[in-house]
Structure formats: structure tokens, C-alpha cells
């Protein structure tokens, strides 16, 4: 017989999930005769989108080409080749009781796929479609080729909401049309596009504070964008080809654009899970400390953006992926066993000052560790490439979970800081 680790999703979340159950669960579960276990992840591409870098690729092949964009899934599993499947398609309904998950694959099958543990990392949608990968890489490489060739001819471009894919994108767009920053950041003297970033808070970028954001204020300026405060985009029409979109703002005014690029927030994919399941936002409701969807039933996990758990990111999930593994590996062991479960291991969000911005090519704000960081801080980190060269191939190999992480069970912990230690 082969029970299946069920993984839905294979962007950051999923694969990296997927690896650690390869690596560290799969080798640790009790051996039963005529028993194996597999991995099996489902996702609608073939390919991890490169979500981080999406402001750049959208203004340019040239600076952020498709093979830094997008990375074969597949491929990244060949150490693992009989126990790791590969579905291209999309999950439609969760049986919890009957422990299956349906899916919808790419070729137009319906398949009915059980599993002794499922994980679900199938993250968030951005109301721009220019963030998502929704189907294939295809289809996202030719939204961006049609994309490029407006934002040739435009003059005026509009952003929706100021938080860190907002501003990022501004500062993209902005230094593609009106070049880069002049002397000391002064704002360009004929800037070819009127770029407005508009902000529903009385600052940008949330998570950082108020002097970050009024720098990363200043370097926008210096490419030609505007930002508008304590406003909310109301409605943006479609335009017909070649005309303007007009962008209603809560303070009643319209503005007339060649583009608007809606980056208010995203919404998580959850539309297939069982309503009870989530919370008032939509996200997966689970236990923040376990990352078990208690209310699900047995076996049922959470991971990624995807959760109730997080504020999103890739480096929170870096935390808490190795949480959720080792609470799957012990519930899976005592599944097989037949005996009680061993210790819970818990996750803590780091809620630090942590954030990093590139505005341009060239410069950019952050925060690290609660510790505000220069700007050429910011474009060695992330703003030269978008952590491609720093992060791409160890996130599709894995390199992050080589090991297992260590940790000591809370009721230990404790203990051994009220100095009770049993010694
Ligand atoms: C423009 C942009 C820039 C960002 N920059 C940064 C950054 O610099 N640093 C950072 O830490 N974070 C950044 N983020 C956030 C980061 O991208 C997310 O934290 C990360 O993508 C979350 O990973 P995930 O695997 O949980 O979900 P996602 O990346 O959303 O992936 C979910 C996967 O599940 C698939 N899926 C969806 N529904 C189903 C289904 N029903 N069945 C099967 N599969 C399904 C999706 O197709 C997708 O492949 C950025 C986000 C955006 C939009």
C-alpha cells in the first residue's frame, strides 16, 4: 500500500515543504510491512513564479529575463525520484472524513488523490493579475510582453496602495520611464510619465516606520512619482483599448490614467476549502502555535501565506516550515504506532521591524532585525536581482532544510528557564 504526504501548492511554501518531508520525515517514519510512503504535490504550473522580483519583470525582459523568473519544479526533485510525484493541476474539494483531496489536472482529468497527511500551501492571488501565476509560465511571460509594449506608450501611470508591492512597483515603473534618479535624488526635470502612488494610510510601507517611509518618499520623488496619503482607490474602470482608465479616489477626486496597477492586497486561494475552515479573511484558520487546521480534522496542515498564522513572507515561512514538519512527523509516527503523540513543537512570528524595498535599481529603505538598513544595504540584498542570485536555487533545492533544525520541546524550555532543570 502507499500513503501520500499530500502537498497543494508549489510555490515557496509547498516546495519547501515538500523537501523537508523528503528529507527529514519520509527516512524517520516506523517501517510497516508493505507499507510505503510518497510525496505528491499538486500545482496548476510546472514552474515556481519568482513572485519577489514581479516589479522588475514587469517593466523589463532586459533587467529581469524569464530564467530568473522561473524555476522547473519537477527537476528539483530528482534526488527523490520514486517518492516524489508530480501533479499539474488544480485541488477542488478537501474530503477531510474520507482523507482525499479532488484535483483538477492541467489536461482536463479529474482526480481523486488520498493522503495520509496533507499540507496546504496554496498562498494568495494579487488583485494584479501581473503577480500571479495562475495557470502556466506561458501565459504570465505573454501578460508581460503586452504589458511592456503599453507601458512603452503611457504617460500616466496610477498605483493602488502603498505597501511594499505597491512601492516597489512605483519605483520600478517609475525609473523605466522617467530614468534614473538625477544628482543628490533631485526629481527629473521632464519626466515623460505622471506616476501617482496612492496611499490608504497616513504612511507607506506598514511594517516600517515613519522616517523609513518618508525616505522612501523622498526616493520615489526623485524618479517622478507622487505619492497621495489618507486615500483610498473606490473604483477603477476597464478601459476599451487605447483609452484611459479613470481611477476614483475616496477624497472624490478621478484620475485619468494610461494604467492603473491594483496592489491594494491579496486574497487568499481558499475558495476550495470548506467555509468553517477559514477565518474572516479568508486565510486558513489554524493553530498558531502548531500549524495544525485543528478544526479540519486529523493530519491537516497549514503553511505559507495561506495561513492565519503569518503576515505573510517568504522568511516567516522559512520559520515556520520546519514547525509544522515536525508536528506532521510526529503525528504521523504516532498514526502508525498506535500510540500517543509525542511533544508539539511551536511556532513564534517574528514580529521585528524586518522589511526590505528597493525603489529603482539602484536604491531603496529597509529594516532588518528591527535595525534600519542603508540604502545600498538594500540594493545588495535585494535590489540588484530581487535575491535571485541569493535565494532562487537553494529554495528549489531545498539547501534551507539540508538539516533538521533542532528544538526543545515548550514544557522543557520552560522548566529549564525557571532554573528547575532536573539536571
Ligand atoms: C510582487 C510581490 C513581491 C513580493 N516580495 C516579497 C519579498 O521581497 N520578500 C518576501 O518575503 N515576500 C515577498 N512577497 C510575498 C511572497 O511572494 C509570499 O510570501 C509567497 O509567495 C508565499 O508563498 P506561498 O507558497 O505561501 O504561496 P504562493 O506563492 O501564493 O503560492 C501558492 C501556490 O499554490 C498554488 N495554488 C493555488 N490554489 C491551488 C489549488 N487549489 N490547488 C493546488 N495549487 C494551488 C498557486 O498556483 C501557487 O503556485 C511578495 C509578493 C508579491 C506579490
Known sequence: MMETILVLGGSFAGISAAHYALKHTLPQLPKKEGTAYNVTMVNPSKDLFWRIAGPRA????????????????????AYAKDKFTFVQGTATHVDAAG???????ASGE???IPYVALIIATGVTTPSPLFTQTTDRASLEAQYGAFQKRLGATTSVVIGGAGPVGVETAGEISEMLNGKPGFLGSEPKSPKAKITLVCAEKKMLPILRESISKQAEKLLKGLGCTVVYNTKVVSATNPAEGSKTAVQLSNGETLEADIYIDATGVRPNTGFL????LDN???IQCNPKTLRVDVAGARIYVVGDAGSYTRGGVMDMYDAIPVAMTNIKTDLIAHINGAAPGPDRHY???LKEQQICPIGTSKGVGAFGGNQIPSLMVWGIKGRDYMVGMLAQGQMNGDKFAKETKWKPQAVQAVGQAGLSRG
Open 99 to 105: 482523507q482525499t483531496v479532488s484535483v483538477q489536472t
Open 58 to 77: 514587469i517593466v523589463s525582459k532586459k533587467l529581469m529575463p524569464s530564467s530568473k523568473l522561473f524555476y522547473p519544479i519537477e527537476p528539483a526533485f
Open 274 to 277: 470548506p467555509k468553517e475552515w
Open 348 to 350: 513564534t512570528a517574528n
Open 110 to 112: 479529474q482526480k481523486s
Open 281 to 283: 479573511r479568508k486565510r
